[in-house]
């Protein structure tokens, strides 16, 4: 293993340094992270309620838990179960729609921006597994070596730099592969893909389309770029949102594609595109999702509007203001970082919630609300009565924060030394077997309402089409609203979307 976090990790967000210089509202979109600025110009902790109203996602509530768990007889994962993963948009249709047709599509992603994920990126694929393992249903994973190569150089104002050629990119994003697969996916249900590889056939059909559907205006106020953002990664935009259509991975699901060598069917077929998604995913990503969420019926092949579960982000090791970045190592633990390293971050770089003296401590206690060992315990500590255990006594002072930091590090070195063991068997055959494309094999809902899969499909479409051929051009025109910046006018007012 490297005894050191990455250098190459060129595409990556904003450091800890730029979040500090950053403005003073909180800024969060796919490509900046970061909390507002107090007047001393301390960074705050990121307002997940004030962002959940900005973007207009609905929480994640008790009731969805209760009916997630009436759907699939398991209890929700811990990540949910404390509000990691938060908001959602249409997180019921999804469960409806499992329950009558018995499957749906997952769909996440990585930008692979450096060679080793960080605990912040394995976070939503262990939620995705998880999922993954209680619904049965195929799981799609893209890895967008081009987006993080047209970001990385756009960033750079067109200019090559070190570790930020294109090639570069294929192999973070090879390398990313690995450390994905060694956080335990099931390769029969799984489909990973490079998007210098797979794009093509269908897929690159439904990038065209989409391409068509939206303007720069509208990619401008969704993702923050400007006149002088490099065509590339607003086209970018379609890409990441047609991967949530099934219809772009008919192989998956044993139908013909359109690529060499065979050509088999010349478009894609409506009961693929009508198949249901549900992206799990930080909640920085829905900007995107929007975009996709608006056009999804005005396809040719209309798509239902995808649905989304949205996570908060790792907290850096610095505190809640801003999230573990891959451009500084002490901002993140690595999943290649030896357990001495973990130690000595959460030692030395750690912030901490507790008193600033020993006395202070066990006379005020501590507050774990803030503490960074104590988040990463929530999110890693599976047994929900020794957590709120530790919760207490540090509250009440009886646990000090070098116990605290202590029970963290044995934690997270368990954690990390489990996934290094596995990472080391994954080998380039491995990953190759992952990326191949294939038909997809699993098993779904035990007993849907409308059993046969894709054919039942097929046959409710066909029986519907005639009632809403002239829905359907009456629908195209009405959108989510869309977080409008105008260029002409520079603003940034974000309408509320539904
Ligand atoms: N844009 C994402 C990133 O930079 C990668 C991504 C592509 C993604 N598709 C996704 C993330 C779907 C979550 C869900 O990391």
Partial sequence: MATSAPVESVGAPPSIVQIKEAAKEQQIDPYNVSGAKDAQGNVKAIDYEALRQRFNTP??????????????????????????????????????YYEK??????????????????????????????????????????????????????????????????????????????DIIALGFDKKKTFIYTDYEYMGGHFYQNISEFETLLTNNQIRGALGFDGSTNVGLNAYAAKQCVAAFASSYPAIFGCGDFRAPDYVERRPRKELAAIPCLIPCAIDQEPYFRLLRDNCDRMELPSPKTSLILSKFLTALQGPGGKMSASDPNSAIFMNDTSKQIEKKINKHAFSGGGATREEHERDGGNPDIDVAYTYLSYFLEDDDELAEIEKSYRAGTLSTGELKKKCIAVLQAFVGTFQERRATVTDQIMREFMTVRKLEYKGHANPKVPGGIEAIARDLASNSTKSSKKDKKDAKKTESLPVRSSETGGDDLQKST
């Fill in 59 to 96: 929480a994640l509530t008790e009731e969805h838990l209760r009916r997630f768990q009436e759907v699939t007889g398991k209890p929700p994962h811990r990540l949910v179960r404390r509000k990691l993963f938060f908001s959602h948009r249409d997180f019921d249709k999804i469960l409806d």
């Fill in 101 to 178: 047709y018995g499957f749906f599509l997952l769909y996440t992603g990585r930008g692979p921006s450096s060679g080793s994920l960080h605990l912040g990126h394995a976070i939503p694929f262990l939620f995705n597994k998880e999922l993954q393992d209680v619904f049965d249903v195929p799981l799609v994973i893209m890895l967008t070596d081009d987006e993080k190569f047209l970001y990385t150089r756009n960033k750079n104002e067109g200019k090559q730099t070190t570790g930020g050629a294109l090639g570069d990119f294929i192999g973070y994003a090879y390398d990313n592969c690995k």
